[in-house]
């Protein structure tokens, strides 16, 4: 903790205001400049192509993922479906979205707010909906240890307990929130915005270097409108772009600005793209971004592989324990019941891989026929319910023991 406390410090520096473990506005973003001057919030940042197709490709990837309830059975555990939590975070929260909106949602506030949160809806004791909070929570402790959210949203205000909102964490997450990604890399989201704008302007102004019109004396009123208002019409933007300028009465031009290339602002795009894949964690090829790599081979294969292992891993186990902690009752978790998601999904597009693991899954008989045939959405088959496995893989000691007796052997 005293070293989250000094980097939350340092962060507090570099933006230019202190930053507080125990003080939530310091966890969201309130909409403020960074360095580069440009606003930074949820708009202008998904309007970052790179930051766009992160959020996009972590939230997308987690919500297609099926989130099963699970409960203990017979030494291993089965689906269970009758649970009245199951069909809620399986397949609709609510009576407007499907689990795949909800999740993508929930998954894409906790990468850019650092925080999602849902107001929980019952009927009794039982869980009945989860909805999405859109507007901005402010969370407090109360000095009995409770925590309660405010909010505003379509003209009514909010004033509810933990027991009535679903709350799930991001990155260094205290009991009140997590780090709002905005708020953190505030100064890397507007240098992006201004490299983008500055990309923007040169190509509105056709891509010709600004210069001065030089004049061997005063101008008229007539010859200044001419100059500021005319010319610029005239020759400024793509579509004008290669048209000759026309100059008399002794004006002259001077030429002013360096090419793109020598302001080097492709390799600052460049740079700008892997600065925000670092703050999401996504590798830059897997959005797109292989200017410095082959798109095909095995180092982009460990490099995806990577990202599922240190990447999701970590956001599909916060919100698997946020739902066991906040969703499940305690009779539910001393039954063993459980909430996870099926990384099983993530095989779906690639036959080679999903061939491969049923042939282990077959061979050491850790899963039967019907099983795998399940996975595959196909009807069982008679006898697909036994465990089944090579006769090859058996003991070395017991090997004879599967030779024919001598009496038996073909003359």
């Known amino acids: 903790m005293n070293l989250l406390r000094k980097t939350m410090t340092l962060l507090g520096r570099a933006a230019g205001r202190p930053l507080s473990l125990e003080d939530p506005e310091h966890w969201r973003n309130r909409g403020a400049d960074g360095y580069a001057g440009e606003p930074v919030n949820e708009s202008s940042v998904l309007a970052i192509s790179a930051a766009f197709a992160c959020v996009n490709l972590v939230a997308g990837t987690i919500a297609s993922l099926p989130l099963m309830v699970y409960r203990p059975a017979g030494g291993g555990r089965d689906v269970a479906g009758d649970h009245p939590l199951y069909r809620l975070i399986h397949d609709s929260p609510n009576y407007d979205q499907t689990a795949l909106e909800f999740w993508e949602f929930a998954c894409a506030a906790i990468e850019l707010r650092g925080n999602f949160h ?24 109360e000095r009995d240890g409770s925590i309660w959210y405010r909010w505003s949203e379509d003209g009514r205000s909010y004033n509810m307990s933990d027991r009535d909102v679903f709350h799930v964490r991001g990155f260094g997450g205290t009991p009140l929130g997590g780090l709002s990604t905005l708020s953190v890399g505030r100064n890397a989201f507007s240098l992006a915005t201004a490299i983008d704008r500055a990309a923007g302007t040169t190509f509105r102004n056709g891509m010709r ?18 100059a500021e208002t005319r010319l610029t019409e005239k020759y400024v933007g ?86 066991g902690k906040q969703l499940l009752t305690q009779e539910d978790r001393t039954r063993g019941i459980v909430a996870e998601f099926n990384l099983e999904g993530l095989l779906r597009g690639d036959s080679a891989a999903r061939s491969n693991f049923y042939a282990s899954a077959l061979n050491n008989g850790w899963m039967t026929i019907n099983e795998v045939r399940a996975l595959e959405n196909l009807p069982p088959v008679p006898g697909g319910d036994v465990p089944r496995m090579q006769m090859q893989n058996v003991p070395i000691t017991d090997a004879g023991k599967q030779l024919p007796a001598p009496s038996e052997k073909t003359p």
């Open 209 to 226: 270097p600004s210069g001065v019109i030089a004049f061997d004396k005063f101008l008229t009123k007539e010859q200044r409108e001419i």
């Open 118 to 141: 849902a107001l929980i809806e019952r009927s009794g004791a039982k869980i009945i909906a989860l909805t999405p909070i859109y507007a901005q929570v402010v969370p407090r402790r």
């Open 238 to 323: 793509a579509m004008n772009a290669g048209r000759p300028m026309i100059l008399e009465g002794g004006w002259k031009w001077a030429s002013l600005s360096i090419s793109p290339d020598d302001a080097q602002m492709l390799e600052s795009r460049g740079f700008s793209v892997e600065e925000v894949c670092r703050f999401f964690g996504v590798p830059p090829h897997m959005i797109g971004h292989t200017s410095k790599s082959t798109s095909w081979g095995t180092g982009l294969e460990q490099q995806s592989i990577g990202f599922q292992r240190y990447a999701l891993r970590r956001r599909l186990r916060r919100i698997e324990q946020a739902i």
